[in-house]
């Protein structure tokens, strides 16, 4: 299983940012996709996850102003990030728990990463 992150970049505080996370590779399903972070010096964090059936999760810091959403058909998932701010300057990291063959446990994968900065 191989995670392609795309759409980080610097922008100023309060500009916007979408990043795109394509799964692709050998699988039977996926049962969640989402964003991780990390900081220079900082543990890392969740951002937001979306399962398959669509349920959400964010981090209370980022919520009313990040939207994670997916496309089951391409395996992909984004997410919308508004009104950044420098503090979130961050390598971000996609993450799936993906089921390889049905009927076996499913197990984490994780992107190369992709940084966002913010300036202020």
């Known amino acids: 299983v191989q995670l392609q992150a795309s759409g980080g970049g610097a922008v100023q505080a309060g500009e916007s940012l979408r990043l795109s996370c394509a799964a692709s590779?050998?699988?039977?399903?996926?049962?969640?996709m989402g964003w991780y972070r990390q900081a220079a010096g900082k543990q890392s964090e969740l951002v937001a996850l979306?399962?398959?059936?669509?349920?959400?999760n964010y981090a209370d810091s980022v919520k009313d102003r990040f939207t994670i959403s997916g496309d089951n058909a391409k395996n992909t998932v984004y997410l919308q990030m508004n009104y950044l701010k420098p503090e979130e300057t961050a390598v971000y990291y996609c993450?799936?728990?993906?089921?390889?063959?049905?009927?076996?446990?499913?197990?984490?994968?994780w992107g190369q990463g992709t940084l966002v900065t913010v300036s202020s």
């Open positions: 979306i399962t398959e059936n669509g349920e959400t």
């Open positions: 993450y799936a728990d993906v089921k390889i063959t049905n009927g076996n446990p499913s197990r984490g994968f």
């Open positions: 590779g050998s699988f039977f399903s996926i049962n969640l």
